[in-house]
């Protein structure tokens, strides 16, 4: 017999001592932990954990484009390719790519794409590879910051990371970081990416609704976030070569 | 010995020990006072020209008035005048298709390929009249090879006449990470020097990445091989020349090898 359980959403999204579900405050980001360099094959490659998620992304390039009529003879293109593993999600995710990860796929590029020098590589393409391994809301934003990371580390020449985040609204108060639930059972959700080097925003997605001076300070909260998001890029990034440095100064002593 | 040094002078830059050890990522501020400042190697301007930022993870570096981001990684570019070591992987009477580590494959034309020193009069031919004999190769054959044209949007033309170009018989050919490459060499070709005076091995070091290495015996060989892998994880280390030579010191106890 198939074990069937339907989506049960509690009543309510905040605790009785006023706290999120997962104890977090309302513009409190989950754990962030974010290593780069974890895959040896690949010419970049990154690895977030954010809340339950799990994401590896690996970068290639550049690199001659298959099929080659993708290929654009006066600049490179970047191509991202998001997968979800069929054991990410609580029912076994089919395997081929949905309607929903070529979406994502799309949305990612065109949002790491301004910080890129696409121009001086025509006829190549960069390949980012994300491969979510655990799902628990906000992937698409994860995937946006850990591929970012993932092709900083591969030394491709970038105006700036790339940082992004959810805010969004449960039982009528604004909150920053949504998780499965709150995503799902929500009023609103907000994802956005930040591109540093113009302070612009690259992705701003919208469902649900929120008047429009909640959006402002939805945004407000989220740019804080973002603050925060990118802080912690940058340490993953430079922690790769001051741990070596640590270890090379500790062998001297 | 094969030598490079040629190619150490012209990476001489990079090995500068005034270099702040700093790391940079993408997108950092170097610094906001553009009028002393001018953007070097790896940086740029921002849209309102009021700051310098890095465009790579990086170490920041000082020289004169410009502010430089020598990459800790990234991929090579090929550029005229570079030796390279190239894979051949397609030939037709033509040309040759070469993989030399690059986003594009390089080509080698007959006419770039004459085997030096064998220039044979014609049988019959008018006196002083000569042939000229390209030497042939097989697909899999590797070869030491200069770029003699390389641009954005070209495939990149290599030639095999010049100094220590040519084909390689023997050897082992390693790749390590492009911009690491002045760091094997080291400030003058004073790494270099140390690799070869220690372990008795015949290095050929190139600016696409790999290194070919021939030595007396195996066991030098793969001492060399730990040696790069050790540099390359260690290049943005200060005192590197100096950890080295006693790192090969003590592996040569270790491994029983004079």
Known sequence: MPLIINDVYPEKLFREDGKRLDGRENNEL?????????????????????????IYAAVYGPREVHPHHLAKPDRGILRVFYRMATFSVF?????????????????????????????????????????????????????????????????????????????????????????????????????????????????LQFDGDMSLDELNESLSNARKALEKIHQIQSDALKRKYTSILEEVKEGDD | MENDDLESEELDEFESEETDREIVVPGEVLTEDVEHFNPGRGTILNKERTKIIAL?????????????????????????????????????????????????????KPKNAVRRGKIKALRGGAPGSRRMEAEEFD?????????????????????????????????????????????????????????????????????NGRIWIKGENIEYERLLIDAINKIETEAHTVGLTDRMSQYIENEKQKRGIK
Request: aromatic share 6%.
């Open chain 2, 139 to 207: 697909i899999g054959d590797i070869l030491v090879a200069k770029i003699i044209s390389a641009d954005r949007l070209n495939m990149p033309e290599l030639t095999l006449v010049g100094k220590y170009l040519g084909k390689k018989e023997d050897g082992i050919v390693i790749s390590i990470d492009p911009p690491k490459i002045p760091r094997i060499i080291g400030r003058n070709g004073s790494m270099i020097k140390l690799l070869k005076n220690l372990t008795k091995c015949n290095i050929f070091v190139t600016q």
């Open chain 2, 56 to 108: 790579n993870i990086g170490l920041k570096q000082i020289k004169k008035n410009y502010i430089n981001v020598i990459p800790l990684r990234g991929f090579y570019t090929p550029r005229p005048g570079d030796k390279v070591i190239a894979l051949v992987i397609d030939k037709n009477p033509v040309k040759y298709k070469l993989d030399i580590n690059a986003k594009d494959t390089a080509i080698l």
């Open chain 1, 30 to 54: 989950r754990p962030i932990k974010m290593e780069v360099g974890v895959l040896s094959n690949a010419d970049g490659s990154a690895y977030l954990e954010w809340g339950n998620n799990k």
């Open chain 1, 91 to 203: 029912e076994r995710k089919r395997p081929a790519p949905g309607r929903r990860e070529k979406e994502i796929s799309m949305i990612i590029t065109d949002c790491i794409e301004p910080v890129l020098f696409l121009e001086l590589y025509p006829g190549t393409a960069f390949e980012v590879f994300i491969e979510v391994m655990d799902a628990d809301g906000g992937t698409r934003c994860a995937s946006t910051t850990v591929a970012a990371l993932a092709l900083a580390d591969a030394g491709v020449p970038m105006r700036s990371l790339v940082s992004s985040v959810a805010v969004g609204k449960i039982d009528g108060q604004l909150i920053t970081d949504l998780s499965g639930i709150e995503d799902k059972a929500g009023e609103a959700d907000l994802p956005c990416a930040i591109t540093w080097f113009n302070d612009e925003l690259s992705l």
